[in-house]
């Protein structure tokens, strides 16, 4: 039976939210000596703004993935969740994320997922040469076409359907997933894929975790890859400058439920 949604989050409870969470998982991270990041938007508004982009509306983190593995097997929290694909029936995503559990959101008439959360992109080991490298992306890329096909459908089914599953998505989730996590060694590498997409523009020459240090997000102290310049200039170029602001909104459009 179809069940009424409760009271709707708004971005200001998001943030809230994800500031507690992340209050969470640093602690935890520093404790156990675990490597992450801020990072892509959320890092360019802790350098930028010192907190979110004012019309952000998720947070993202990377980990080197022995890093994200160690994190995987040892996290417990009564209100936080590890999400991936070996852990929730029906993951859409290569990476994980990080759920709040006493909240959800409904992209479907049937299907209630994540709620808050943040994203959370592993760095994995590439090959060392230029060729090796793009022989791997040319071998991986018609499963990443086929990723993107079968989430379009995906999310046009599951408005209409009480099932959140498509034939041969999550085969194919499982496949790509393994196939970038488990590509080459992190601790003798020399090229690194930070996973959020499997795009050329994602693959770094430099390990970004060699060195850390803190940066403020609004008012709270997280941890930042010391080379930040070079990361965010090589994925976003002059990532000081704002963007024209006919694009000032959300991405994600999330809508999340207090349960």
Known sequence: ?????????SLEERKIIQLEMLDEIDSFCREH???YSLAFGTLIGAIRHKGYIPWDDDVDLIMPLPDMLRFKMSFKSDKLMYCDIDTVPHYEFHFSR??????YSQPGMFEKSYG???DLYPVVGMPDTEEEIQKFLNDIDPLYKKRLRLITWRHRLIKFL?????????????????VVLN???YETAKNFLHAGSVRRINILNFDVFKTFIDVDFEGH??????????????CF???????????RHPYHGFVSYWK
């Open 237 to 247: 170029g002059d990532y000081m400058q704002l963007p024209p602001e006919d694009q």
């Open 183 to 185: 590509s080459y060694p």
């Open 1 to 9: 039976m179809f069940t009424m949604k409760k009271r709707p989050i």
């Open 221 to 234: 102290v997280y941890q930042s890859v010391g080379n930040y310049h070079d990361y965010l200039t090589h």
């Open 98 to 103: 990080i759920c709040y559990l006493p909240t």
């Open 116 to 118: 808050v959360s943040i």
């Open 33 to 35: 000596g675990i490597r």
């Open 162 to 178: 009480p099932f959140a599953f498509v034939p041969g998505y999550h085969r194919t989730i499982r496949r790509f997933h393994d």
